[in-house]
């Protein structure tokens, strides 16, 4: 099997870091905390690009730029560990998709997700494997604008539907972290 880069896309306030927007860099750092065997997960830091995990199988990583630049750290990422964009998985928010659910999908435009969109113009293809988490109130339907509620703080019942789903997306990587 070849190496994934398993790539959480988000902001990198601090001050955004509990927010919908950044449910993929919260899904990475959930996937690397329950992993590790009881230890605290070190990540390290490639510049000013990106920090990671590299395990035998797998690396986690999550960018240190902001949504909009996200192509610029997956594409140095490649190019640091290789493997090309048949060896990438970007999890990222999706606000088509309820709360406590996501998708595994192969391909397809950006959907006005800014991040997704950086990364086809980086990469030059929409061909890449992606984990689509699902940040919409199914209450509210389609009701809001994404931008109206992405940059808000997660609630606490939404939290707790984040991490069944990290839970459920984590089983499908290997626990050597």
Do not use: C
């Amino acid at each position: 099997m070849d190496h994934t880069l398993i790539i959480g896309l988000g902001n990198p306030d601090p001050t955004l870091e509990n927010t919908y927007h950044n449910v993929g860099t919260l899904a990475v750092q959930w996937i690397a905390e329950h992993s590790a065997n009881g230890d605290t997960p070190k990540f390290r830091t490639h510049k000013d690009s990106f920090k990671y995990i590299k395990t035998a199988t797998y690396t986690l990583i999550r960018p240190l730029v902001f949504m909009n630049e996200s192509g610029r750290a997956v594409k140095d990422a490649i190019h640091i560990f290789g493997g090309g964009i048949k060896n990438i998985v970007i999890i990222h928010d999706d606000s088509d998709i309820p709360v406590g659910e996501f998708k595994r999908v192969m391909g397809g435009g950006s959907a006005g997700h800014n991040g997704i969109r950086s990364i086809i113009d980086h990469l030059g293809t929409e061909e890449f494997a992606r984990i689509r988490i699902g940040i919409r109130e199914k209450e509210e339907a389609h009701r809001k604008k994404a931008g109206d509620f992405v940059l808000s703080p997660i609630t606490p019942a939404d939290k707790k539907a984040f991490e069944e789903v990290f839970e459920k997306i984590s089983t499908s990587f290997p626990s050597n972290v």
